[in-house]
């Protein structure tokens, strides 16, 4: 009797002590995405060296009839719920986190989202009011006991741009103007975020190099692209299967999933792996030009269960029957429910005020723990050789792209009009991308003739700012 007392005393203390040795434990938290883009870029008539923002353009529409653009601007940036969030309501949701030690969520917005919203605050439109980015700040400002940020604001591009498909010199652009603009809107302290959001979730190992020297840690990644690179992966098309080409076998690895399920929501789906779609591990990608090796922390979101979070009130029973069972207390999974922030149902008030508390509280009560990446990450660090290949492609939420390696909603090839590929035929994506290249080797050249520019004449030219500045800009 004393013995067995004494040996379930030690198994208290160690259950106290030593919890993360003793138990495996899912981890959970968010992404919003906070975007809307520069939707008439032309010449700004109220600022020269600008394009406009979304005043102007409205403006111009109602006083000067300009038929562009064809959106209703103000139906789009006075929507209730889009007041709410592009000023507020983010930070709401994660002060309805704090009773748990180490939770709260990630944000990301755009470079062009506050210039838009900047251009309606400071002219009293619509809702908007000067100051809002203080309850970013003040939500910043909260800390885990990790002293991690409460409200991570990540890194992005300054504009909606589709990382994988830009040249190294054009992404290091965007991510250097929005690092401009974040710390212009949000403050330095704390520093730019160590995590980058791509838009679309949109990731290839190409945009790794970029990534690491502008001073990321890690950068999130859809599920799906980890999930398709499996030895195993259990390929079958319809309904609850793969509704894109099927895995290229270059990018197949020797790794097994063996815990496999799956499910389908509106054409989106495929098959899941725990708990290896569901940890953080490394990806490489190798300069060809000199050999050198650039490492990265890829955290993936979760395809599949980001959409329904999105849609709909979801409890924790997927987690509980097809995540936590396969746990690994070594290297413990987390549920990045990653979407929209100003998009249907998710970009909604009953979301923000009851979706997240709620799901945080179904999610403590079942034993997870509601966490921000750079906490987990602090406290759960991937091991060096846990180094894996990620498949190129966004998230699957792209109707008629659903995450294809080659990223067709934004880039499908020339064809003719019976869909076969052909060089000399038409796609209006291929023929934009094609103009973009075109100009961006024209400002290029520009900004060797000049010299360097600087990245705040980029974001905001000034009458002074030179010319390859300004066509950066543009």
């Known amino acids: 009797m004393k013995i067995s007392g004494l040996f379930i005393k030690i198994q208290l203390l160690l259950i106290f002590l030593l919890p993360g040795y003793l138990f495996s434990q899912v981890h959970t938290s968010y992404l919003w995405h906070l975007q809307q883009p520069i939707y008439w870029p032309a010449q700004s008539t109220f600022d020269t060296t ?4 979304v005043y102007e353009s409205h403006w111009h529409k109602v006083n000067s009839g300009a038929t562009h653009p064809e959106n209703d601007l103000q139906e789009i940036f006075s ?15 994660v002060q309805s986190l704090l009773s748990y030690p180490e939770a709260g969520a990630q944000v990301n917005y755009s470079g062009c989202l506050i210039q838009n919203v900047n251009s309606l605050a400071v002219n009293s439109q619509w809702g908007y009011s000067t100051g809002w980015q203080n309850n970013f700040i003040t939500a910043r400002g909260w800390t885990t006991t990790a002293n991690k940020p409460r ?15 830009l ?9 250097q103007a929005h690092r401009h603009i974040y710390n212009q809107t949000f403050g330095t302290s704390p520093n730019y975020s ?17 990534l690491v020297e502008e001073g990321f840690e890690w950068s999130i990644i859809a599920n799906s692209h980890l999930a398709r690179t499996l030895s195993d992966y259990p390929l079958s098309f319809g309904t609850s299967g793969c509704n894109l080409d099927p895995p290229n076998k270059a990018d197949k690895v020797s790794a097994t999933g063996t815990n496999w399920w799956s499910g389908q ?5 495929g098959a899941f792996a725990a708990p290896y779609c569901y940890q953080a591990h490394k990806a490489k990608y190798v300069d060809p030009a000199i050999g050198t090796e650039y490492l990265i922390t890829v955290v993936p979101m979760c395809d599949l269960l980001s959409y329904q979070n999105g849609y709909a009130l979801m409890g924790t029973g997927d987690i509980d029957a097809h995540i936590a069972p396969y746990d690994n207390a070594s290297q413990p999974s987390i549920v990045l429910l990653a979407h929209d922030g100003d998009n249907a149902w998710g970009g909604g008030y009953d979301y923000y005020q009851n979706s997240v508390s709620g799901f945080a509280s179904s999610a403590n009560s079942q034993g997870y723990v509601p966490t921000t990446i750079e906490h987990f990450l602090s406290t759960h660090p991937v091991p060096s050789s846990d180094i894996v290949h990620v498949e190129d492609g966004s998230w699957f939420n792209a109707a008629n792209d659903w995450g294809h390696p080659q990223f ?22 291929a023929r934009n991308w094609a103009v973009l290249v075109a100009a961006e080797n024209l400002v290029e050249m520009a900004e060797d003739i000049l010299g360097s520019v600087s990245i705040g004449e980029v974001v905001d030219p000034s009458s002074s700012a030179n010319h390859a500045e300004r066509a950066w800009h543009h």
């Open 265 to 269: 929501i509106d054409g989106r789906g």
């Open 79 to 93: 929507k209730a719920d889009r007041v709410a969030v592009y000023q507020y309501r983010a930070k709401d949701a």
């Open 194 to 210: 160590n995590g980058y959001w791509p838009a679309e979730c949109a990731f290839s190992e190409r945009i790794i190099k970029v």
């Open 50 to 53: 600008n394009y406009q923002t």
């Open 151 to 165: 409200m991570d604001i990540v890194g992005f591009t300054m504009h909606h741009a589709l990382s994988p498909l």
């Open 408 to 429: 067709i909603n934004w880039i499908w090839p020339m064809h003719t009009s019976s869909q076969e590929f052909d060089t000399d035929g038409w796609n209006e994506d």
């Open 167 to 175: 040249s190294e010199e054009v992404l290091r652009k965007q991510i």
